[in-house]
């Protein structure tokens, strides 16, 4: 599914910070988004279609320093609820500029005529409204795990999984229905 490898950073960290070595994983996590954005520019992307993968950078540069500079930190604990505290706040956060985070990747898959019309940037809304809710639940459902039970792996696993899953089933599924229902029209 295009624009998925953008989350790529934020997966990588996940699988390497889960053994508590936050320190690694936002060193691997910085230098996989800087990769994949220096190889988007360079390809000649326009920053509306990487917004994920430049909100990786920053957050990555962030917790990187963080992690290095006190890597005890009662915020290790809580770093799978504050990926997804800031992956919110970036769907979040394009929503409310009216730039949802997912339009720039779907103007790399629909056609240029239909980038202006109220309809594209409807679905875009939508879809970032479910991906931005389910990143809102995932960051408040870890932070009660991680304050509850810190060890419970499989929940926080499980968490991850279904809250990344599902916007992505609806990304795909979405669109296809709101084609199906305009094709319908007279």
């Known amino acids: 599914m295009p624009g998925l ?3 790529a950073p934020w997966i990588v960290y996940a699988i390497i910070a889960t053994s508590d070595e936050w320190r690694w994983g936002a060193i691997v996590g910085l230098a996989t988004a800087l990769l ?20 990786a950078a920053v957050f990555f540069a962030i917790i990187t ?14 770093g799978p609820a504050l990926v997804n505290l800031w992956l919110a706040g970036t769907a979040w ?25 109220p309809a594209f940037y409807k679905v875009n809304a939508v879809i970032t409204a479910v ?13 009660w795990v991680m304050s509850v039970a810190p060890h419970a792996t499989a929940l926080v696993i499980t968490i991850k ?12 599924w979405y669109p296809k229905r709101v084609q199906a229902r305009f094709a319908a029209q007279p």
Do not use: C, N, Q
């Open 93 to 117: 956060g394009s929503l409310a500029i009216r730039k949802p985070f997912t339009m720039g990747i779907a103007k790399t898959m629909a056609p240029p005529e239909i980038h202006a019309l």
């Open 161 to 172: 999984a279904v809250t990344f899953a599902a916007p992505a089933v609806f990304t795909a």
């Open 131 to 143: 991906w931005a809710g389910a990143f809102t639940i995932a960051a408040a459902a870890l932070t």
């Open 36 to 55: 994949l954005v220096a190889k988007d520019k360079i390809k000649g992307r326009a920053w509306d279609e990487m917004v994920i993968e430049a909100s």
């Open 65 to 78: 320093v963080i992690s290095l500079a006190a890597p005890h930190s009662p915020l290790m604990l809580y």
């Open 5 to 7: 490898l953008g989350f």
